[in-house]
T-cell receptor, first 115, second 110 residues
């Protein structure tokens, strides 16, 4: 597609529920990133894929967070046993190349609210 | 953790005026990027400046980079109401991840 697509756009989860957030990057983009953005803050890095390989997951806040990109295109961010502090906008971005000669194209994000 | 720090946190100007936002960072970088975010939306890439560049222009945007001071500035000339948004600087290091600042909220009054 023309841009990075994320679904769902909004998600309300009860505390303790598992959620799965989907990202469809731009076709052919090698790099894919997940970021977490709290209200009024800048995005915080979660994890990075180059094709299907997860090269950096150091930003994942706990072992309740898991991301995958099994075929090197679509990626899913899964959060198990959601907590209120997980409430945030989750942004996905993709880039044509690993090295940042290009900017990143971000999706519109998934706003997760844990109640 | 946030590497970049934007200054000011909020800026309110009249349409037609210029807007200048500053960004400071702490570690060596490969490049520095500026993004715009409208309320409730994703980030839009504006401009990328590499560590060996000092100035770059794109339309009404002018970005400078001073690696000795670890700082950058974004100038928006002849601002429009549609420029109202949050502006973030982001630095890219050898690990390829982007590290964002807290952002500057720009309001352009008609």
């Amino acid at each position: 597609g023309a841009g990075v697509s994320q679904s769902p756009r909004y998600k309300v989860a009860k505390r303790g529920q598992d959620v799965a957030l989907r990202c469809d990057p731009i076709s052919g983009h090698v790099s894919l990133f997940w970021y977490q953005q709290a209200l009024g803050q800048g995005p915080e890095f979660l994890t990075y894929f180059q094709n299907e390989a997860q090269l950096d997951k150091s930003g994942l806040p706990s072992d309740r967070f898991f991301a995958e990109r099994p075929e090197g295109s679509v990626s899913t961010l899964k959060i198990q046993r959601t907590q209120q502090e997980d409430s945030a906008v989750y942004l996905c971005a993709s880039s044509l190349a690993r090295v940042g000669w290009y900017g990143y194209t971000f999706g519109s994000g998934t706003r997760l609210t844990v109640v | 953790s946030q590497q970049g720090e934007e200054d000011p946190q909020a800026l309110s100007i009249q349409e037609g005026e210029n807007a200048t936002m500053n960004c400071s960072y702490k570690t060596s970088i490969n490049n520095l990027q500026w993004y715009r975010q409208n309320s409730g939306r994703g980030l839009v890439h504006l401009i990328l400046i590499r560590s060996n560049e000092r100035e770059k222009h794109s339309g009404r945007l002018r970005v400078t980079l001073d690696t000795s001071k670890k700082s950058s500035s974004l100038l928006i000339t002849a601002s429009r109401a549609a420029d109202t948004a949050s502006y973030f600087c982001a630095t890219e290091t050898s690990g390829s991840r982007l590290t964002f600042g807290e952002g500057t909220q720009l309001t352009v009054n008609p």
